[in-house]
Protein backbone atom coordinates (compact mmCIF):
# COMPACT_ATOMS: atom_id res chain seq x y z
CA UNK A 1 0.00 0.00 0.00
CA UNK A 2 1.50 3.37 -0.63
CA UNK A 3 -0.06 5.03 2.61
CA UNK A 4 2.59 2.41 4.33
CA UNK A 5 5.72 3.11 2.09
CA UNK A 6 8.77 3.89 4.67
CA UNK A 7 10.92 6.60 4.23
CA UNK A 8 13.99 7.13 2.34
CA UNK A 9 16.73 9.57 1.34
CA UNK A 10 18.43 10.40 -1.60
CA UNK A 11 21.38 11.58 -1.61
CA UNK A 12 22.31 14.83 -4.89
CA UNK A 13 25.60 14.73 -6.43
CA UNK A 14 27.77 17.78 -4.83
CA UNK A 15 27.37 20.65 -6.06
CA UNK A 16 23.38 20.33 -7.22
CA UNK A 17 20.95 21.93 -4.58
CA UNK A 18 16.74 21.91 -4.91
CA UNK A 19 14.30 23.68 -3.57
CA UNK A 20 13.21 20.72 -1.37
CA UNK A 21 12.92 21.24 2.20
CA UNK A 22 15.87 19.95 4.11
CA UNK A 23 14.72 17.39 7.57
CA UNK A 24 16.25 19.85 10.37
CA UNK A 25 18.69 18.43 12.77
CA UNK A 26 20.79 16.73 10.29
CA UNK A 27 24.22 15.93 9.77
CA UNK A 28 23.69 16.17 5.95
CA UNK A 29 22.72 19.41 4.27
CA UNK A 30 22.07 16.87 0.66
CA UNK A 31 19.96 14.76 2.17
CA UNK A 32 15.74 15.30 2.01
CA UNK A 33 13.03 13.00 3.04
CA UNK A 34 10.13 12.62 0.77
CA UNK A 35 7.13 12.21 2.50
CA UNK A 36 4.75 13.94 0.42
CA UNK A 37 3.15 10.85 -1.37
CA UNK A 38 2.81 8.93 1.71
CA UNK A 39 0.54 12.12 3.34
CA UNK A 40 -1.72 11.88 -0.16
CA UNK A 41 -2.32 8.83 -0.45
CA UNK A 42 -3.36 8.32 3.24
CA UNK A 43 -5.92 11.22 3.07
CA UNK A 44 -7.39 9.52 -0.22
CA UNK A 45 -7.80 6.25 1.59
CA UNK A 46 -9.82 7.86 4.57
CA UNK A 47 -11.95 9.59 2.44
CA UNK A 48 -12.95 6.41 0.72
CA UNK A 49 -13.82 4.80 3.58
CA UNK A 50 -16.07 7.44 4.73
CA UNK A 51 -18.06 7.52 1.84
CA UNK A 52 -18.45 3.70 1.42
CA UNK A 53 -19.70 4.05 5.44
CA UNK A 54 -22.11 6.75 3.87
CA UNK A 55 -23.09 4.49 1.40
CA UNK A 56 -23.92 1.72 3.85
CA UNK A 57 -25.39 3.71 6.41
CA UNK A 58 -27.68 5.13 3.77
CA UNK A 59 -28.83 1.82 2.67
CA UNK A 60 -29.52 0.32 5.88
CA UNK A 61 -31.38 3.92 6.69
CA UNK A 62 -33.74 3.35 3.31
CA UNK A 63 -34.14 -0.08 4.71
CA UNK A 64 -35.41 0.69 7.34
CA UNK A 65 -37.58 3.30 6.68
CA UNK A 66 -39.21 0.64 4.57
CA UNK A 67 -39.95 -1.43 6.93
CA UNK A 68 -41.02 1.07 9.45
CA UNK A 69 -43.54 2.40 6.23
CA UNK A 70 -44.50 -1.16 5.49
CA UNK A 71 -45.72 -1.81 9.27
CA UNK A 72 -48.45 1.20 8.82
CA UNK A 73 -49.79 0.24 5.77
CA UNK A 74 -52.99 -2.06 5.43
CA UNK A 75 -52.38 -6.29 4.79
CA UNK A 76 -52.53 -7.19 1.15
CA UNK A 77 -55.15 -9.54 0.79
CA UNK A 78 -54.72 -9.95 -3.04
CA UNK A 79 -52.04 -12.47 -2.55
CA UNK A 80 -53.01 -16.42 -2.71
CA UNK A 81 -55.36 -17.69 0.50
CA UNK A 82 -53.64 -18.86 3.06
CA UNK A 83 -53.13 -22.54 3.47
CA UNK A 84 -56.37 -23.34 5.14
CA UNK A 85 -56.93 -27.26 7.12
CA UNK A 86 -59.58 -25.97 8.14
CA UNK A 87 -61.90 -27.31 5.08
CA UNK A 88 -61.17 -30.76 6.25
CA UNK A 89 -64.29 -32.35 6.86
CA UNK A 90 -65.21 -35.86 8.00
CA UNK A 91 -66.12 -38.46 6.10
CA UNK A 92 -69.64 -39.75 5.67
CA UNK A 93 -70.15 -43.64 5.84
CA UNK A 94 -73.27 -45.90 5.93
CA UNK A 95 -74.09 -47.97 8.50
CA UNK A 96 -71.70 -50.63 7.34
CA UNK A 97 -69.09 -48.52 7.02
CA UNK A 98 -68.78 -47.70 3.37
CA UNK A 99 -67.56 -44.61 2.13
CA UNK A 100 -69.99 -42.39 1.13
CA UNK A 101 -68.21 -38.85 0.99
CA UNK A 102 -64.54 -38.18 1.52
CA UNK A 103 -62.20 -35.21 0.79
CA UNK A 104 -59.63 -35.59 -1.94
CA UNK A 105 -56.69 -33.26 -2.72
CA UNK A 106 -56.81 -31.68 -6.04
CA UNK A 107 -54.88 -28.59 -7.51
CA UNK A 108 -56.30 -25.34 -8.47
CA UNK A 109 -54.44 -22.81 -11.33
CA UNK A 110 -54.28 -19.09 -10.29
CA UNK A 111 -52.03 -15.95 -11.75
CA UNK A 112 -50.47 -13.23 -10.47
CA UNK A 113 -51.65 -10.89 -13.09
CA UNK A 114 -48.34 -8.81 -12.59
CA UNK A 115 -45.79 -10.60 -13.42
CA UNK A 116 -47.84 -11.72 -16.60
CA UNK A 117 -45.76 -10.67 -19.40
CA UNK A 118 -48.12 -11.68 -22.12
CA UNK A 119 -51.92 -11.93 -21.44
CA UNK A 120 -53.23 -12.92 -24.85
CA UNK A 121 -50.09 -15.77 -25.06
CA UNK A 122 -50.77 -16.92 -21.93
CA UNK A 123 -54.51 -17.77 -22.64
CA UNK A 124 -54.06 -19.25 -25.96
CA UNK A 125 -51.57 -21.77 -23.84
CA UNK A 126 -54.31 -22.63 -21.67
CA UNK A 127 -56.68 -22.89 -23.87
CA UNK A 128 -54.94 -26.11 -25.18
CA UNK A 129 -55.74 -27.48 -22.08
CA UNK A 130 -58.93 -25.99 -20.47
CA UNK A 131 -60.87 -25.48 -23.84
CA UNK A 132 -63.55 -24.37 -21.62
CA UNK A 133 -61.90 -20.85 -20.23
CA UNK A 134 -63.66 -18.10 -20.85
CA UNK A 135 -61.59 -15.90 -23.07
CA UNK A 136 -62.82 -12.35 -22.41
CA UNK A 137 -63.29 -13.26 -18.24
CA UNK A 138 -59.99 -14.57 -18.26
CA UNK A 139 -58.28 -11.49 -20.47
CA UNK A 140 -59.58 -9.12 -17.67
CA UNK A 141 -58.47 -11.09 -14.82
CA UNK A 142 -54.78 -11.34 -16.20
CA UNK A 143 -54.68 -7.95 -17.27
CA UNK A 144 -56.03 -6.53 -13.97
CA UNK A 145 -52.56 -6.02 -12.51
CA UNK A 146 -54.24 -7.41 -8.94
CA UNK A 147 -51.66 -9.39 -6.60
CA UNK A 148 -54.21 -12.49 -7.45
CA UNK A 149 -56.88 -13.90 -9.23
CA UNK A 150 -58.16 -17.73 -9.43
CA UNK A 151 -58.26 -19.13 -13.13
CA UNK A 152 -59.41 -22.67 -12.50
CA UNK A 153 -60.33 -24.43 -9.48
CA UNK A 154 -59.87 -28.39 -8.87
CA UNK A 155 -57.99 -29.58 -11.64
CA UNK A 156 -57.38 -32.92 -12.65
CA UNK A 157 -53.83 -34.36 -11.88
CA UNK A 158 -53.06 -34.45 -16.20
CA UNK A 159 -54.47 -31.12 -16.81
CA UNK A 160 -51.42 -29.94 -14.05
CA UNK A 161 -49.16 -31.57 -15.27
CA UNK A 162 -50.24 -30.86 -18.85
CA UNK A 163 -50.15 -26.63 -17.83
CA UNK A 164 -46.82 -27.34 -15.83
CA UNK A 165 -45.10 -27.90 -19.46
CA UNK A 166 -46.31 -25.18 -21.32
CA UNK A 167 -44.41 -22.99 -18.93
CA UNK A 168 -46.01 -19.87 -18.31
CA UNK A 169 -44.45 -17.46 -16.50
CA UNK A 170 -46.70 -15.61 -13.48
CA UNK A 171 -48.99 -18.92 -12.63
CA UNK A 172 -48.92 -21.31 -10.15
CA UNK A 173 -51.30 -23.76 -8.23
CA UNK A 174 -52.27 -24.63 -4.88
CA UNK A 175 -53.22 -27.46 -3.32
CA UNK A 176 -57.02 -27.86 -2.50
CA UNK A 177 -59.41 -30.24 -0.46
CA UNK A 178 -62.62 -31.42 -2.59
CA UNK A 179 -65.31 -33.82 -1.49
CA UNK A 180 -65.65 -37.34 -3.17
CA UNK A 181 -68.66 -39.06 -3.31
CA UNK A 182 -67.60 -42.91 -4.55
CA UNK A 183 -71.41 -43.94 -4.82
CA UNK A 184 -71.81 -41.29 -7.50
CA UNK A 185 -75.62 -39.98 -7.80
CA UNK A 186 -76.84 -43.48 -5.93
CA UNK A 187 -77.37 -41.47 -2.33
CA UNK A 188 -76.97 -37.57 -3.83
CA UNK A 189 -80.19 -36.44 -2.10
CA UNK A 190 -79.37 -37.95 1.51
CA UNK A 191 -75.50 -37.58 1.42
CA UNK A 192 -75.54 -33.62 -0.27
CA UNK A 193 -73.37 -31.58 -1.74
CA UNK A 194 -70.50 -28.84 -0.11
CA UNK A 195 -69.45 -26.25 -2.91
CA UNK A 196 -65.56 -24.99 -4.41
CA UNK A 197 -65.17 -24.07 -1.10
CA UNK A 198 -65.47 -27.01 0.61
CA UNK A 199 -68.37 -26.02 2.96
CA UNK A 200 -72.13 -28.17 2.98
CA UNK A 201 -74.53 -26.39 1.38
CA UNK A 202 -77.52 -29.57 0.95
CA UNK A 203 -78.27 -32.88 2.43
CA UNK A 204 -76.77 -34.02 5.31
CA UNK A 205 -72.91 -32.23 4.56
CA UNK A 206 -75.19 -29.07 5.10
CA UNK A 207 -76.57 -30.60 8.35
CA UNK A 208 -72.96 -31.67 9.60
CA UNK A 209 -71.91 -27.71 8.86
CA UNK A 210 -75.16 -26.80 10.98
CA UNK A 211 -73.69 -29.30 14.14
CA UNK A 212 -70.15 -27.26 14.43
CA UNK A 213 -67.74 -28.04 11.67
CA UNK A 214 -68.12 -24.09 10.64
CA UNK A 215 -66.81 -23.25 14.17
CA UNK A 216 -64.09 -25.62 14.25
CA UNK A 217 -62.95 -24.82 10.42
CA UNK A 218 -63.21 -21.44 11.64
CA UNK A 219 -61.57 -21.09 14.75
CA UNK A 220 -58.33 -24.12 13.14
CA UNK A 221 -59.51 -26.67 14.81
CA UNK A 222 -60.83 -29.46 12.45
CA UNK A 223 -57.83 -31.13 11.95
CA UNK A 224 -58.36 -34.32 9.60
CA UNK A 225 -56.60 -36.69 12.02
CA UNK A 226 -59.43 -35.58 15.23
CA UNK A 227 -62.67 -35.71 12.56
CA UNK A 228 -64.67 -39.24 13.12
CA UNK A 229 -66.56 -40.41 10.25
CA UNK A 230 -70.46 -39.40 10.31
CA UNK A 231 -72.60 -42.80 10.10
CA UNK A 232 -75.37 -42.95 8.33
CA UNK A 233 -78.63 -45.28 9.17
CA UNK A 234 -78.34 -45.89 5.31
CA UNK A 235 -77.52 -48.95 3.93
CA UNK A 236 -75.36 -48.61 0.37
CA UNK A 237 -77.05 -51.81 -0.49
CA UNK A 238 -80.07 -51.55 -0.12
CA UNK A 239 -79.93 -47.54 -1.11
CA UNK A 240 -78.29 -49.05 -4.30
CA UNK A 241 -81.40 -51.27 -4.78
CA UNK A 242 -83.99 -48.44 -4.24
CA UNK A 243 -82.04 -46.00 -6.73
CA UNK A 244 -81.91 -49.05 -9.22
CA UNK A 245 -85.88 -49.84 -9.12
CA UNK A 246 -86.71 -46.22 -9.51
CA UNK A 247 -84.55 -45.30 -12.31
CA UNK A 248 -85.94 -48.38 -14.15
CA UNK A 249 -89.56 -47.61 -13.24
CA UNK A 250 -89.49 -43.98 -14.27
CA UNK A 251 -88.32 -45.19 -17.23
CA UNK A 252 -90.77 -48.28 -17.65
CA UNK A 253 -93.98 -46.51 -16.82
CA UNK A 254 -92.50 -43.21 -18.68
CA UNK A 255 -93.14 -41.06 -15.48
CA UNK A 256 -91.35 -38.03 -15.26
CA UNK A 257 -90.03 -38.45 -11.83
CA UNK A 258 -90.05 -41.68 -8.81
CA UNK A 259 -89.37 -42.05 -5.40
CA UNK A 260 -89.00 -44.74 -2.69
CA UNK A 261 -88.10 -44.52 0.85
CA UNK A 262 -87.05 -48.11 3.42
CA UNK A 263 -88.13 -46.77 6.61
CA UNK A 264 -87.34 -48.94 9.76
CA UNK A 265 -90.50 -49.22 11.46
CA UNK A 266 -88.87 -50.27 14.99
CA UNK A 267 -85.93 -47.77 14.85
CA UNK A 268 -87.29 -44.87 12.94
CA UNK A 269 -84.18 -45.26 10.81
CA UNK A 270 -84.30 -44.22 7.15
CA UNK A 271 -82.31 -47.34 5.51
CA UNK A 272 -82.66 -45.59 1.77
CA UNK A 273 -84.34 -43.19 0.13
CA UNK A 274 -83.97 -41.55 -3.32
CA UNK A 275 -85.60 -39.92 -5.66
CA UNK A 276 -85.48 -39.29 -9.87
CA UNK A 277 -84.19 -37.32 -11.60
CA UNK A 278 -81.00 -36.69 -9.38
CA UNK A 279 -77.67 -35.94 -10.47
CA UNK A 280 -74.21 -36.65 -10.02
CA UNK A 281 -72.31 -34.67 -7.03
CA UNK A 282 -68.65 -35.22 -8.37
CA UNK A 283 -70.19 -32.92 -11.43
CA UNK A 284 -73.79 -31.55 -9.87
CA UNK A 285 -73.64 -29.20 -13.14
CA UNK A 286 -77.27 -29.89 -13.15
CA UNK A 287 -78.49 -30.20 -9.90
CA UNK A 288 -80.23 -26.50 -9.43
CA UNK A 289 -82.49 -27.84 -12.60
CA UNK A 290 -86.22 -27.25 -11.85
CA UNK A 291 -86.73 -31.07 -11.93
CA UNK A 292 -84.41 -32.26 -9.66
CA UNK A 293 -85.89 -32.21 -6.42
CA UNK A 294 -85.57 -34.54 -3.64
CA UNK A 295 -89.80 -35.50 -3.80
CA UNK A 296 -89.32 -37.79 -0.93
CA UNK A 297 -88.84 -34.98 1.66
CA UNK A 298 -89.09 -31.65 0.05
CA UNK A 299 -91.86 -32.69 -2.37
CA UNK A 300 -95.59 -31.64 -1.55
CA UNK A 301 -98.34 -34.16 -2.59
CA UNK A 302 -102.09 -34.89 -2.13
CA UNK A 303 -101.09 -38.70 -1.34
CA UNK A 304 -104.20 -40.09 -2.39
CA UNK A 305 -105.70 -43.44 -1.19
CA UNK A 306 -103.06 -43.93 1.05
CA UNK A 307 -104.72 -41.29 3.51
CA UNK A 308 -107.28 -44.47 3.93
CA UNK A 309 -104.75 -45.78 6.19
CA UNK A 310 -104.97 -42.92 8.55
CA UNK A 311 -109.28 -43.14 7.98
CA UNK A 312 -109.30 -46.11 8.83
CA UNK A 313 -106.94 -46.14 11.95
CA UNK A 314 -108.71 -42.86 13.12
CA UNK A 315 -112.12 -44.68 13.25
CA UNK A 316 -111.08 -47.64 15.14
CA UNK A 317 -109.00 -45.68 17.42
CA UNK A 318 -111.38 -43.44 18.45
CA UNK A 319 -114.21 -46.19 18.75
CA UNK A 320 -116.36 -44.98 16.60
CA UNK A 321 -116.19 -48.00 14.41
CA UNK A 322 -114.71 -51.71 14.46
CA UNK A 323 -114.14 -54.09 11.77
CA UNK A 324 -117.78 -55.36 12.40
CA UNK A 325 -118.89 -51.97 11.51
CA UNK A 326 -120.50 -51.23 8.26
CA UNK A 327 -120.42 -48.11 6.25
CA UNK A 328 -123.26 -47.43 3.15
CA UNK A 329 -121.42 -47.09 -0.49
CA UNK A 330 -124.41 -47.85 -2.21
CA UNK A 331 -125.11 -44.71 -3.94
CA UNK A 332 -122.84 -41.52 -4.42
CA UNK A 333 -122.38 -38.65 -1.59
CA UNK A 334 -123.38 -35.07 -1.98
CA UNK A 335 -121.79 -32.50 -0.33
CA UNK A 336 -122.97 -29.01 -1.20
CA UNK A 337 -122.19 -28.73 -4.53
CA UNK A 338 -119.68 -32.00 -5.00
CA UNK A 339 -120.97 -35.42 -4.96
CA UNK A 340 -118.27 -38.16 -3.69
CA UNK A 341 -117.99 -41.54 -6.11
CA UNK A 342 -116.14 -44.44 -5.76
CA UNK A 343 -113.57 -45.60 -9.11
CA UNK A 344 -114.91 -49.45 -8.77
CA UNK A 345 -117.74 -49.27 -6.49
CA UNK A 346 -119.30 -51.64 -5.18
CA UNK A 347 -122.94 -49.92 -5.09
CA UNK A 348 -123.69 -51.73 -1.70
CA UNK A 349 -122.98 -51.21 1.84
CA UNK A 350 -119.68 -52.51 2.68
CA UNK A 351 -117.93 -53.59 6.28
CA UNK A 352 -115.07 -52.03 7.37
CA UNK A 353 -112.38 -54.04 6.12
CA UNK A 354 -114.34 -54.00 2.37
CA UNK A 355 -114.05 -50.50 2.54
CA UNK A 356 -110.47 -50.65 2.63
CA UNK A 357 -109.74 -53.23 0.19
CA UNK A 358 -112.20 -51.62 -2.17
CA UNK A 359 -110.82 -48.07 -1.68
CA UNK A 360 -113.89 -46.77 -1.17
CA UNK A 361 -114.25 -42.85 -1.46
CA UNK A 362 -118.12 -43.06 0.12
CA UNK A 363 -116.85 -45.23 2.83
CA UNK A 364 -113.88 -43.31 3.47
CA UNK A 365 -116.13 -40.53 3.65
CA UNK A 366 -118.56 -41.70 5.88
CA UNK A 367 -115.87 -43.00 8.48
CA UNK A 368 -114.60 -39.28 8.47
CA UNK A 369 -118.11 -38.04 9.48
CA UNK A 370 -118.22 -40.63 12.24
CA UNK A 371 -114.93 -39.23 13.50
CA UNK A 372 -116.32 -35.04 12.65
CA UNK A 373 -114.04 -32.48 11.55
CA UNK A 374 -112.09 -31.60 14.99
CA UNK A 375 -111.48 -35.10 15.49
CA UNK A 376 -110.28 -35.87 11.95
CA UNK A 377 -108.03 -32.92 11.81
CA UNK A 378 -106.49 -33.70 15.36
CA UNK A 379 -105.32 -37.33 14.63
CA UNK A 380 -103.73 -36.12 11.90
CA UNK A 381 -101.47 -33.65 13.77
CA UNK A 382 -100.93 -35.91 16.04
CA UNK A 383 -99.24 -38.53 13.38
CA UNK A 384 -97.45 -35.82 12.21
CA UNK A 385 -98.73 -36.13 8.84
CA UNK A 386 -99.34 -32.25 8.63
CA UNK A 387 -96.42 -31.03 11.05
CA UNK A 388 -93.41 -29.89 9.56
CA UNK A 389 -90.70 -32.88 9.84
CA UNK A 390 -88.20 -32.83 12.62
CA UNK A 391 -84.92 -34.74 10.96
CA UNK A 392 -81.58 -33.91 10.30
CA UNK A 393 -82.05 -33.55 6.20
CA UNK A 394 -82.50 -30.00 6.04
CA UNK A 395 -84.57 -30.39 2.55
CA UNK A 396 -88.11 -31.17 4.56
CA UNK A 397 -90.95 -29.10 2.93
CA UNK A 398 -94.36 -28.17 5.27
CA UNK A 399 -97.58 -29.91 4.95
CA UNK A 400 -100.57 -27.71 3.26
CA UNK A 401 -104.10 -28.21 4.84
CA UNK A 402 -107.38 -26.17 4.87
CA UNK A 403 -107.20 -23.14 7.54
CA UNK A 404 -110.88 -23.42 7.95
CA UNK A 405 -111.78 -26.87 7.99
CA UNK A 406 -115.42 -27.92 6.83
CA UNK A 407 -117.27 -30.71 6.32
CA UNK A 408 -116.17 -31.23 2.76
CA UNK A 409 -112.58 -30.67 3.35
CA UNK A 410 -112.72 -33.78 5.88
CA UNK A 411 -114.64 -35.37 3.76
CA UNK A 412 -111.84 -35.34 0.52
CA UNK A 413 -109.08 -35.30 3.06
CA UNK A 414 -110.49 -38.63 4.35
CA UNK A 415 -109.55 -40.41 1.21
CA UNK A 416 -106.41 -38.22 0.43
CA UNK A 417 -107.66 -34.86 -1.62
CA UNK A 418 -107.11 -31.47 0.06
CA UNK A 419 -103.73 -31.44 2.51
CA UNK A 420 -100.63 -31.97 0.56
CA UNK A 421 -97.87 -33.67 2.50
CA UNK A 422 -94.45 -35.28 1.51
CA UNK A 423 -94.03 -39.44 0.70
CA UNK A 424 -91.70 -39.40 3.78
CA UNK A 425 -94.00 -38.00 6.09
CA UNK A 426 -97.01 -40.13 4.86
CA UNK A 427 -93.98 -43.44 5.20
CA UNK A 428 -93.53 -42.14 9.25
CA UNK A 429 -97.15 -42.09 9.53
CA UNK A 430 -98.09 -45.58 8.37
CA UNK A 431 -95.11 -46.82 10.47
CA UNK A 432 -96.82 -46.00 13.49
CA UNK A 433 -100.05 -47.62 12.20
CA UNK A 434 -97.84 -50.88 12.53
CA UNK A 435 -96.53 -50.75 16.31
CA UNK A 436 -98.69 -47.48 17.58
CA UNK A 437 -95.70 -45.26 18.36
CA UNK A 438 -94.14 -42.37 16.65
CA UNK A 439 -91.33 -41.93 15.71
CA UNK A 440 -89.39 -39.06 14.15
CA UNK A 441 -87.20 -40.52 11.18
CA UNK A 442 -83.40 -40.31 11.60
CA UNK A 443 -80.38 -40.40 8.93
CA UNK A 444 -78.21 -40.99 11.38
CA UNK A 445 -77.94 -45.05 12.86
CA UNK A 446 -79.94 -45.59 16.03
CA UNK A 447 -81.07 -48.36 18.27
CA UNK A 448 -84.37 -49.59 19.12
CA UNK A 449 -84.01 -48.48 22.80
CA UNK A 450 -82.71 -45.11 21.33
CA UNK A 451 -85.41 -44.52 19.35
CA UNK A 452 -88.41 -45.56 22.33
CA UNK A 453 -86.61 -43.03 24.87
CA UNK A 454 -88.15 -40.36 22.31
CA UNK A 455 -91.66 -42.65 21.01
CA UNK A 456 -94.79 -40.88 21.33
CA UNK A 457 -97.78 -43.47 21.51
CA UNK A 458 -100.26 -42.11 19.24
CA UNK A 459 -102.57 -45.23 18.38
CA UNK A 460 -104.06 -48.21 20.89
CA UNK A 461 -102.49 -52.20 20.21
CA UNK A 462 -105.99 -52.82 19.41
CA UNK A 463 -106.05 -50.30 16.15
CA UNK A 464 -102.46 -51.38 15.78
CA UNK A 465 -103.90 -54.99 15.29
CA UNK A 466 -106.37 -54.02 13.11
CA UNK A 467 -104.20 -52.25 10.89
CA UNK A 468 -102.29 -54.95 10.20
CA UNK A 469 -105.21 -57.25 9.30
CA UNK A 470 -106.51 -55.02 6.77
CA UNK A 471 -102.83 -54.66 5.36
CA UNK A 472 -102.36 -57.98 4.70
CA UNK A 473 -106.02 -58.54 3.71
CA UNK A 474 -105.40 -55.85 0.68
CA UNK A 475 -102.39 -57.59 -0.51
CA UNK A 476 -104.72 -61.02 -0.52
CA UNK A 477 -107.63 -59.80 -2.29
CA UNK A 478 -107.56 -56.25 -2.86
CA UNK A 479 -105.17 -53.66 -4.78
CA UNK A 480 -102.17 -54.53 -2.63
CA UNK A 481 -101.46 -57.78 -4.95
CA UNK A 482 -98.68 -56.98 -7.05
CA UNK A 483 -96.41 -55.93 -4.17
CA UNK A 484 -96.84 -59.92 -2.90
CA UNK A 485 -92.99 -61.26 -2.09
CA UNK A 486 -93.50 -65.19 -1.36
CA UNK A 487 -92.23 -65.74 2.08
CA UNK A 488 -92.21 -62.10 3.31
CA UNK A 489 -96.38 -61.69 3.81
CA UNK A 490 -96.32 -57.90 2.81
CA UNK A 491 -99.14 -55.51 3.04
CA UNK A 492 -100.01 -52.52 2.05
CA UNK A 493 -102.30 -50.21 0.92
CA UNK A 494 -102.38 -47.99 -3.40
CA UNK A 495 -103.00 -44.34 -3.80
CA UNK A 496 -104.04 -42.86 -6.86
CA UNK A 497 -104.69 -39.35 -7.10
CA UNK A 498 -105.49 -36.80 -9.52
CA UNK A 499 -102.70 -34.05 -9.70
CA UNK A 500 -104.17 -30.11 -9.93
CA UNK A 501 -103.49 -28.74 -12.97
CA UNK A 502 -104.25 -25.22 -13.37
CA UNK A 503 -106.32 -24.59 -9.97
CA UNK A 504 -108.47 -28.33 -11.30
CA UNK A 505 -107.95 -31.66 -11.21
CA UNK A 506 -106.93 -33.46 -14.08
CA UNK A 507 -108.32 -36.45 -15.44
CA UNK A 508 -105.19 -37.67 -16.99
CA UNK A 509 -102.19 -37.22 -14.52
CA UNK A 510 -101.77 -38.63 -11.69
CA UNK A 511 -99.50 -39.22 -8.46
CA UNK A 512 -99.14 -42.54 -7.67
CA UNK A 513 -98.12 -44.38 -4.46
CA UNK A 514 -97.70 -47.57 -2.75
CA UNK A 515 -97.12 -47.82 1.03
CA UNK A 516 -96.18 -51.53 2.06
CA UNK A 517 -94.94 -52.57 5.21
CA UNK A 518 -93.29 -56.49 6.14
CA UNK A 519 -93.56 -59.12 7.29
CA UNK A 520 -97.17 -58.24 7.89
CA UNK A 521 -96.78 -60.57 11.52
CA UNK A 522 -94.83 -57.90 12.95
CA UNK A 523 -93.79 -55.53 10.99
CA UNK A 524 -90.14 -54.54 10.62
CA UNK A 525 -90.35 -52.08 7.87
CA UNK A 526 -92.15 -49.90 5.54
CA UNK A 527 -91.60 -49.12 1.64
CA UNK A 528 -93.23 -46.34 0.45
CA UNK A 529 -92.92 -46.06 -3.69
CA UNK A 530 -94.26 -43.38 -5.99
CA UNK A 531 -94.93 -42.47 -9.33
CA UNK A 532 -94.93 -38.88 -10.65
CA UNK A 533 -97.65 -39.09 -13.91
CA UNK A 534 -96.97 -42.85 -15.40
CA UNK A 535 -98.67 -43.86 -18.47
CA UNK A 536 -99.59 -47.17 -19.19
CA UNK A 537 -96.65 -49.34 -19.41
CA UNK A 538 -97.94 -50.79 -22.60
CA UNK A 539 -101.12 -50.16 -25.04
CA UNK A 540 -104.05 -51.31 -22.83
CA UNK A 541 -102.67 -51.93 -19.63
CA UNK A 542 -103.57 -49.53 -16.84
CA UNK A 543 -101.26 -46.45 -15.15
CA UNK A 544 -103.35 -47.25 -11.42
CA UNK A 545 -100.59 -47.31 -8.29
CA UNK A 546 -101.38 -50.61 -8.80
CA UNK A 547 -99.34 -51.38 -12.31
CA UNK A 548 -96.71 -49.05 -11.36
CA UNK A 549 -95.68 -48.15 -7.58
CA UNK A 550 -97.33 -51.35 -6.58
CA UNK A 551 -95.04 -53.05 -8.92
CA UNK A 552 -91.78 -51.13 -7.80
CA UNK A 553 -92.48 -51.96 -4.16
CA UNK A 554 -92.67 -55.65 -4.84
CA UNK A 555 -88.79 -55.44 -6.80
CA UNK A 556 -88.03 -53.29 -3.64
CA UNK A 557 -88.80 -55.63 -1.28
CA UNK A 558 -88.02 -58.93 -2.96
CA UNK A 559 -84.19 -57.56 -3.77
CA UNK A 560 -83.61 -56.21 -0.42
CA UNK A 561 -85.50 -58.21 2.54
CA UNK A 562 -82.86 -60.39 2.54
CA UNK A 563 -79.73 -57.57 3.45
CA UNK A 564 -82.47 -56.09 5.68
CA UNK A 565 -82.22 -59.03 8.01
CA UNK A 566 -85.51 -60.36 7.28
CA UNK A 567 -85.81 -64.02 7.14
CA UNK A 568 -88.47 -65.78 4.76
CA UNK A 569 -91.26 -67.50 6.09
CA UNK A 570 -93.80 -69.73 4.33
CA UNK A 571 -95.47 -71.27 6.41
CA UNK A 572 -98.62 -68.99 6.26
CA UNK A 573 -98.29 -67.68 2.73
CA UNK A 574 -101.28 -65.31 2.08
CA UNK A 575 -103.13 -65.31 5.13
CA UNK A 576 -104.51 -62.16 6.65
CA UNK A 577 -104.52 -62.88 9.97
CA UNK A 578 -106.22 -60.68 13.12
CA UNK A 579 -104.32 -60.98 16.22
CA UNK A 580 -105.91 -59.34 19.34
CA UNK A 581 -103.91 -57.64 21.32
CA UNK A 582 -105.09 -56.63 24.86
CA UNK A 583 -104.97 -52.54 25.96
Not at 367 to 384: K, M, N, Q, S
Amino acid sequence: MIGSLPKFKVRLPAGLALPFRRKSGTADANTIVVDGARKATGGRTRTRVVMTMAVFLGIYAAIAGRLVWLGFQEPDNSGPPASRVTASRPDIVDRNGEVLATDIKTASLYAEPRHIVDADEAIEKLATVLPEIDYEQTYHKLKSGAGFVWLQRQLTPKQQAEILQLGIPGIGFRTEKRRFYPAGSTAAYIVGLTNIDNQGISGMEKYIDQQGLTALQQSGLADPKDLKPVKLSVDLRVQHVVHDEITTGMERFHAIAAGAVVFNIKTGEVVAMASVPDFDPNNPYNAQDKNRLNRMSAGLYEMGSTFKSFTTAMVLDDGDATLNSRFDASHPLRVGRQTIHDFHGKGRVLTLPEVFIYSSNIGSAREALAVGIDGHRAFLHRLGILERMNTELPEVARPTEPRVWKQVNSITIAFGHGVSTTPLQTAVGCAALMNGFLMEPTFLKRTEQEAMETAKRVVKDSTVAAMRYVYALNAEKGSGRNARVPGYRVGGKTGTAEKVVNGRYSKDKNFNAFVAAFPMDDPQYIVLTIADEPKPEKPGMGATAASNAGIMAHNIIARSAAMLGVKPDFSHENGATLVSLDE
